[in-house]
């Protein structure tokens, strides 16, 4: 098996994207040479691989323990700087658009709690604290 990775990309969409194809080469290899792609054939694919790499880097279940601790209790409801400090502290590589999806999908938090947040911003204060 061959996987091609753009060069010069920064560690954490290297990491997510070598995670991606591990998926691929794991699981999809029946389907032969595979290129990553958006249409609907292959939507479902590409979501599984989406799903694999999150898990693997940062399994939901250490996310949500984390997460526990990190606020001391049960969320009320998680927000972009938690988030952003949860990702400092744990220095995971999943991306904040991933952490953020996981907390909508886990209904810790509502999805227009991440809209148009400028996750460098809150990144840069957070490693301030
Ligand atoms: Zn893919």
Redesign the pocket.
């Known amino acids: 098996m061959t996987v091609l990775l753009a060069g010069g990309l920064p560690d954490e969409p290297t990491i997510f994207t070598m995670a991606?194809e591990l998926k691929?080469h794991l699981v999809d290899f029946k389907a032969g040479t595979l290129l990553?792609r958006t249409d609907e054939q292959a939507k479902r694919i590409?979501i599984g691989?989406e799903v694999f790499a999150a898990e693997l880097i940062y399994p939901e279940r250490d996310f949500v323990y984390d997460l526990f601790r990190l606020i001391r209790g049960m969320p009320q409801s998680v927000g972009p700087e938690t988030l952003a400090e949860l990702k400092q502290k744990t220095e995971t590589t999943l991306s904040y658009a991933a952490l953020a999806k996981r907390a909508v999908l886990l209904r810790l938090a509502e999805e227009k709690a991440f809209k148009e947040i400028r996750w460098q911003d809150l990144q840069r204060r957070s490693n301030q604290k």
């Open positions: 991606h691929h990553c590409e691989a």
